[in-house]
């Protein structure tokens, strides 16, 4: 039997898993620093149990995306705010221009986990309109996110770790949604990096970490064999290792020399 809140059923294909623990709401608006010149945006409002909590603090405005009709219309009749402004869409359709005027932003979400991915890219490429954020995501992603070596480390991680600073924050049990989803939860807390490295033909140099991480068992030359990377430039010790036991400096290092003369 589908899971209903406020007599509205919950719907599987938006990955609906309402949180319920005002602990972990607290905790996620505890992490972040609202000001009453602090703009907010929500990805998936559901029910309205964290706006509810944000539309609490002093903020200067609230910008909820909520790609569901039925939750949205509940949220502005029970929770009206005149600093509160309701989208009714996909945050991956949205035209995040819109954000411009007052910027910086501050996130706070539990994302639809089904999605994650896509709406942690669309981040990244809209960071300049970001100050900071907390996060709800499976607690799978949250280690592949922040994992600096070994199992689950890869691309995302080195790509994720590159444009942002990222903090472990509560773990969350299933038992703290409606309806429990099967996995553990894990708030994280984020901001853009100030400083980037500095890496040289960088679209091309995340193609390569690519193909590094492409069979994560195989070695660093198993994998770049039948690439176009010219594997002569690299040292035999190097070519031996996986890509999993590479730091992100190892890997950029490698990069420089394969690029050394070009």
Not at 96 to 110: C, G, I
Not at 123 to 149: D, F, P, R, S
Request: net charge positive; hydrophobic share 45%.
């Amino acid at each position: 039997m589908a899971a209903v809140s406020q007599g509205i059923v919950l719907k599987k294909r938006y990955g609906q898993h309402f949180l319920r623990d005002q602990a972990v709401v607290d905790h996620m608006l505890e992490a972040v620093a609202l000001t009453p010149t602090t703009s907010v945006f929500e990805i998936g409002c559901g029910d309205g149990f964290l706006t509810k909590s944000i539309l609490q603090t002093s903020i200067a405005r609230l910008w909820v995306f909520e790609i569901d009709p039925e939750w949205a219309t509940y949220v502005k009749n029970h929770f009206p705010d005149k600093r509160m402004t309701m989208f009714e869409e996909n945050i991956l359709d949205a035209d995040m221009s819109r954000l411009e005027p007052h910027k910086p932003w501050t996130l706070l979400s539990n994302l639809p986990y089904q999605v994650t991915f896509p709406i942690l890219y669309l981040l990244q490429k809209n960071k300049a309109l970001l100050k900071e954020g907390v996060i709800m995501v499976q607690e799978e992603v949250a280690q592949k996110l922040l994992k600096t070596q070994g199992r689950d480390y890869g691309f995302s991680s080195l790509f994720f770790q590159h444009h942002f600073e990222w903090k472990m924050l509560d773990k969350v049990p299933p038992g703290a949604f409606l309806p429990p989803p099967k996995v553990y939860s894990r708030l994280l807390y984020f901001k853009p990096r100030a400083m980037l490295d500095t890496i040289p033909q960088e679209e091309d140099f995340w193609k390569f970490v690519k193909i590094a991480f492409r069979q994560p068992r195989r070695t660093l030359r198993n994998n770049l064999v039948q690439s176009d990377v010219d594997v002569a430039k690299i040292p035999d010790a190097t070519l031996a290792l996986r890509a999993q036991q590479m730091s992100k400096e190892d890997i950029l290092n490698v990069w420089k020399l394969i690029n050394a003369g070009t």
